[in-house]
């Protein structure tokens, strides 16, 4: 199960209103310089999907990203340099600087990255 919180709940609200499509499709896919990168995408359900719901908005997790994103909070910040939906995940064994990827506990595979050079924290930088 994930937990919305008021804030993301609201911001969905104002996203979806007057739209076609239905919730929030969050996911996750292979890339990123941590491993597994999230990704978002406005969009109706589909047959498979786990629907979570709060205040009236919709958050869909196709069956392949429930693993990775089992227990996650779903935030959103309003912040002068830094605004949009942030994940808080106890699945990530490390996340990338910039909070967009980040490498399964689960991962029975060595990461990409060479760790004893590579935290995260330079995600887009060249060294």
Do not use: W
């Not at 106890?90 to 967009?100: I, K, Q, W």
């Amino acid at each position: 199960m994930i937990t919305i919180t008021d804030a993301a709940a609201q911001q969905l609200h104002k996203m979806l209103e007057g739209r076609e499509e239905t919730g929030l499709r969050l996911f996750v896919e292979k890339g990123g310089c941590a491993g597994m990168s999230y990704a978002m995408k406005v969009t109706s359900p589909e047959a498979t999907d786990t629907v979570i719901e709060k205040d009236g908005v919709k958050v869909f997790i196709d069956k392949e990203s429930e693993e990775y994103l089992a227990g996650i909070n779903l935030d959103y910040v309003d912040a002068l340099n830094d605004s949009g939906f942030k994940i808080e995940n106890p699945n990530a064994a490390r996340s990338c600087g910039c909070g967009t990827s980040f490498e399964p506990t689960n991962s029975e595979k060595q990461p990409a990255y060479d760790p004893e050079t590579m935290d995260g924290s330079v995600c887009g930088s060249e060294k």
